[in-house]
């Protein structure tokens, strides 16, 4: 399991950091004007448009900062990969962990995003009175293909600050999987590759073993 380097952008609006880096320098100082100018909401704010129609269940967006994200669409093999991941965490699992797939996190007033695997810790009602915090949350998994440097960049540093304690990136384009623990304001403490022929461990589930072959299929 080799160690990574990952960049860990500063400021808060960690998808204005992400954008403005791919924007030609001559363009930035506008786009900042413009994102000053923006409206940002809060997670009531939110479903009070869903509930005004404004958008449906069935539109794939996501709060993140307080921007509305859309999110792009499934390819199956990030489908099929997502599914793989439910089969083998509730057969490894059992009744020790409630297994979510694309459902809210709410991970802060601003930011709740929709993870493609959220292990929860099991509580009575299954999350029906209210979505799960980070404290409730024992492990995130993103599966990524051209979304992998978006996710990377952005998404896992959200988890990092609102303390969620281990987050799976699992990159179909390299065929790897990279585990991140740590979480503090700046980022992961701990970023790292495991292969294709190596096992992955949750940390709140030391004596499970997942074989990453077993997730890329």
């Known amino acids: 399991m080799a160690p990574i380097d990952i960049p860990h952008p500063h400021g808060v609006g960690l998808l204005d950091n992400f954008f403005l880096a791919r924007l030609p320098k001559s363009k930035r100082g506008v786009a900042k004007i413009i994102q000053a100018q ?12 869903a509930e005004a129609g404004i958008f449906t269940e069935d539109d794939r967006v996501e709060l993140l900062e307080g921007e509305i994200v859309q999110m792009p669409p499934i390819g199956s093999p990030h489908g099929g990969t997502v599914k793989q991941l ?29 993870p493609d695997i959220a292990v929860l810790r099991p509580r009575p009602d299954f999350y029906r009175a209210s979505h799960p915090m980070p404290e409730e949350v024992l492990l995130l998994v993103e599966v990524g293909d051209s979304t992998i440097a978006y996710d990377r960049q952005v998404k896992v540093l959200l988890y990092a600050r609102a303390g969620i304690p281990e987050v799976w990136l699992v990159d179909l384009t390299a065929q ?5 623990q740590g979480p503090s304001a700046q980022g992961y403490a701990e970023a790292r590759l495991v292969g294709r022929d190596s096992m992955l461990m949750p940390s709140a589930f030391p004596d499970v073993t ?5 997730v890329l299929g």
């Open 176 to 180: 790897r999987v990279e585990v991140y």
């Open 38 to 49: 923006r409206r940002l909401f809060t997670v009531d704010e939110y479903y009070k448009m």
């Open 210 to 214: 997942v074989r990453v072959d077993e």
């Open 86 to 114: 439910i089969r083998l965490f509730t057969s490894r699992l059992g009744d020790r962990a409630i297994v979510s797939a694309q459902d809210p996190v709410r991970l802060a007033d601003n930011s709740e995003p929709q």
